[in-house]
């Protein structure tokens, strides 16, 4: 359970010289904006047979649908979106935050949430059409949920509307803050009926007419995963758009996303601990490393627990999802703890450089910077705990 196997020892390996040959290069150019990360995604994908493994365990779900068996794991008991179980998933999600996280966070919303949404939620043929492609990174997905007056309040202040219009729907309203908006070909948004205030579920495809992606937004991090608004004006669209019906649909996608965040904190904590031991050792003053006096020893030791709690969080929730057991509270505490270890390791790690922390070279600024969303994004820190506490109490 704590240990992880041969295989995905390997692929963290793999993953690792990947993003020191390919990412870590362009780190500069996708911070900049002068290059997008679709394309490296699309790349990794195919380096790493992504497409392939991830195709066929789609297209085998398909099948068993269209054959009328409705499971969510193969029968060999591997994972719907491919092989290896969570864990792997978890390990290159950490390997690339190490190095960026937004390349993470963008690739994780992409696959992870909106591709595993349409595998889980699609019919046969939805899946075959949008899921299929969305997951093996053909395309790049973009998950719809928050609102320029909508944020923690989520449903209660949706303005976001979908009006029946004969068989199908007219959708109007906008999101912000959208992960892969500039770049995505599918968006998954979520509308509140006008009919009965029921929350739907849509489909909807760039290119769609009334459909406007908004420029990419300035940020304090996170700027290699591009982030802009959405705005629907009058979007018609039929019912096979429609891929579910009520708030549980979006409550098991933030579950998701929750539940990758401790991943990402991994990769930036891990990084911050690596760099602070190897420059402990070498950096001297007074005559001897720095590394022999014990306020450094202390903050070596701070963000040694920090890491090796943080992976025990990482391994519960891989068991969580490998045997399908369902513990709200510890997805939203472990999110919001995870999160605040992130921040205090990345500034943690800095102080231990001083200076040079603070230079960009180093990429540790970089971290701190990209660190803090992990905070807000995924429900805040005190949304979570709040949102743990009450259903520990039993408050509705």
């Not at 007219?170 to 029921?198: H, Q, R």
């Not at 990419?216 to 429609?242: A, N, Q």
């Not at 891989?318 to 399908?324: D, H, P, R, S, V």
């Amino acid at each position: 359970m704590f240990r992880l196997d041969e295989q995905t020892q390997m692929v963290a390996g793999v993953v690792r010289q990947w993003c020191r040959s390919q990412l870590q290069p362009k780190i500069a150019a996708l911070e900049a904006g002068t290059e997008q990360p679709f394309p490296l995604m699309k790349q990794m994908a195919k380096a790493f047979g992504l497409d392939a493994m991830i195709g066929a365990s789609v297209k085998k779900r398909i099948e068993r649908l269209r054959a009328g068996k409705d499971k969510d794991k193969d029968d060999d008991g591997g994972e719907r979106l491919g092989g290896g179980g969570p864990m792997l998933m978890h390990v290159v999600v950490k390997e690339l935050s190490r190095v960026s996280p937004g390349f993470a966070m963008g690739l994780g919303v992409s696959m992870g949430l909106v591709g595993g949404a349409l595998v889980a939620k699609g019919t046969p043929e939805q899946i075959e059409r949008w899921g299929l492609p969305v997951s093996t990174l053909q395309q790049i997905g973009s998950w719809c949920l928050t609102e320029p007056g909508a944020g923690s309040d989520a449903f209660g202040s949706m303005r976001t509307t979908a009006r029946r219009d004969g068989s199908g729907y007219v959708l109007d309203g906008s999101k912000t803050f959208i992960t892969n908006g500039p770049g995505a070909d599918v968006f998954l948004v979520y509308a509140k009926s006008a009919e009965d205030g029921s929350v739907v579920t849509f489909i909807v495809e760039r290119g769609t007419a009334g459909l406007t992606i908004g420029p990419p937004f300035k940020k304090m991090g996170m700027r290699d995963s591009p982030t802009s608004e959405v705005f629907f004006e009058g979007v018609k669209l039929g019912e096979e758009h429609v891929l579910g019906r009520g708030r549980a649909n979006v409550r098991d996608s933030l579950g998701s996303e929750r539940s990758g965040v401790p991943s990402m904190a991994w990769g930036i904590v891990e990084r911050c601990f690596d760099a602070s031991v190897e420059y402990v050792r070498e950096r001297k003053q007074f005559g001897r490393a720095i590394g022999e006096f014990q306020a450094v020893q202390l903050k070596i030791t701070d963000l040694f627990l920090k890491l090796r709690t943080i992976e025990n969080v990482v391994y519960r929730l891989a068991w969580m999802q490998q045997n399908g057991v369902r513990d709200m509270p510890f997805v939203n505490a472990s999110k919001a703890m995870c999160a605040q270890y992130a921040v205090d390791a990345a500034m943690t790690a800095i102080q231990i450089h001083g200076g040079y922390g603070y230079m960009e070279e180093l990429g540790l600024e970089k971290l701190a910077r990209d660190a803090k969303l992990l905070e807000l994004g995924a429900g805040t820190t005190d949304i979570n705990l709040l949102a743990a506490a009450r259903e520990l109490i039993g408050i509705a």
